[in-house]
């Protein structure tokens, strides 16, 4: 079955403690991006990867960093967790070859607390 | 950059009757627009998209949307409303910028269903 995966699905942690919630895509798509989720604001980018190795700041990059080792799996990492990056991820992926863009699929989504 | 408004976050619809999300949308370029619908606690899931060529679109679900240049509307239309399409609704607008294919989303609409 198609699908992303998300890791873990729910977090509660510290602030200040290093985590990682992980992105992993069955569909050899080389586009993967992640966003966030927040009451009123809708979804924002965070950061996007258009292949392995190329990755790049979305809307709100602020405090986050991903990593692109292998195609199916884009991470994504937050040093040093404060309580506005509570919130609702999701990652996505898409199978587009440029131009129009590819559905974007998305994750079940991992809610974040920062405490 | 680009916009979407969604008018209303929340619309409540008797079961059987007609349902009507609002989207507008702003770009400087032709748009690429999306629905998609998210259940609880779960990941988004595209409803129907809009890229060129016919401009009323259906999807899935028994859902449609029609592109309307002249007035920047892309609203979503489903005859006969169902208990199961109780869920929340988000309006994207797909930005190619480079590589990146961001969608900017509308703040949601959450369509309860009225026995």
């Known amino acids: 079955e198609a699908q992303v995966t998300q890791n873990p699905r729910y977090l509660i942690t510290v602030t200040g403690k290093k985590l990682t919630v992980t992105c992993s895509q069955n569909?050899?798509?080389?586009?993967m991006s992640w966003y966030r989720q927040d009451p009123g604001l809708g979804l924002r980018q965070i950061y996007y990867?258009?292949?392995?190795?190329?990755?790049d700041k979305g809307d709100v990059p602020e405090g986050y960093k991903v990593s692109r080792k292998e195609k199916r799996n884009f991470p994504l990492i937050l040093e040093s967790p404060s309580p506005n990056q509570t919130s609702l991820y999701f990652c996505?992926?898409?199978?587009?070859?440029?131009?129009?863009?590819?559905?974007?699929?998305f994750g079940p989504g991992t809610r974040l607390t920062v405490t | 950059a680009q916009s979407v408004t969604q008018l209303g976050s929340h619309v409540s619809v008797s079961e059987g009757a007609l349902v009507l999300l609002r989207c507008n949308y702003s770009?400087?370029?032709?748009?690429?627009l999306f629905w998609y619908v998210q259940y609880p606690n779960q990941g988004l899931q595209l409803l129907l998209k809009?890229?060129?060529?016919?401009?009323l679109v259906k999807g899935i679900n028994g859902f449609e949307a029609e592109f309307k240049k002249s007035e920047t509307s892309f609203h979503l239309t489903k005859p006969s409303a169902h208990m199961s399409d109780a869920a929340e609704y988000f309006c994207?607008?797909?930005?190619?910028?480079?590589?990146?294919?961001?969608?900017?989303f509308g703040t949601g609409t959450r369509l309860t269903i009225i026995p």
């Open positions: 996505a992926s898409s199978d587009s070859s440029g131009v129009p863009p590819g559905e974007q699929y």
């Open positions: 569909m050899n798509h080389e586009y």
């Open positions: 990867s258009m292949n392995v190795e190329v990755t």
């Open positions: 770009s400087s370029v032709p748009p690429y």
């Open positions: 809009y890229t060129t060529g016919a401009t």
């Open positions: 994207a607008v797909s930005e190619l910028d480079f590589g990146n294919e961001k969608l900017t």
